[in-house]
């Protein structure tokens, strides 16, 4: 099946598994829980009972959701008698989240025109 897949051509500027692998981490973020830990972690790095204090969920179901950001690479962890911490793999992460609130404010602008 891969095989049948686009490469890139004269001018593209990714491949198509360059583009699978970026979208796998952008869907990696799209839950409003991670969005919400990447978020705490831009400020340093965090133990995992800090970050349950940002949540009424189960440990069990943070757990789950920051397992999903090691695995893309956005966060990594380390261990210490006293637990587990995290903190950003690459801080920049974050300025992604600048562009999202620009579209999003651009969208706002948009349609608040259109109703006037």
């Known amino acids: 099946m891969l ?3 686009p490469t890139k051509k004269e001018g593209a500027m990714i491949t198509y598994r360059e ?6 981490v952008i869907k990696a ?10 978020e705490v972690l ?5 133990s995992f009972s800090e ?23 956005i966060v990594i962890s380390r261990r210490e008698k006293s637990g587990m911490f995290y903190h950003l793999q690459v801080p920049c992460i974050t300025e992604f989240f600048s562009c999202v609130t620009a579209v999003i404010k651009d969208k706002i602008k948009r349609e608040q025109c259109c109703i006037r």
């Open 3 to 5: 095989a049948s897949l």
């Open 19 to 24: 583009a699978e692998i970026r979208s796998e």
């Open 51 to 73: 970050l349950m204090k940002y949540f009424d969920i189960d440990k069990s179901t943070l757990s789950k959701h920051i397992s999903v950001l090691k695995n893309s690479g």
């Open 42 to 46: 831009k400020n340093g790095e965090k």
């Open 29 to 38: 973020m799209a839950h409003p829980v991670r969005l919400i830990v990447i």
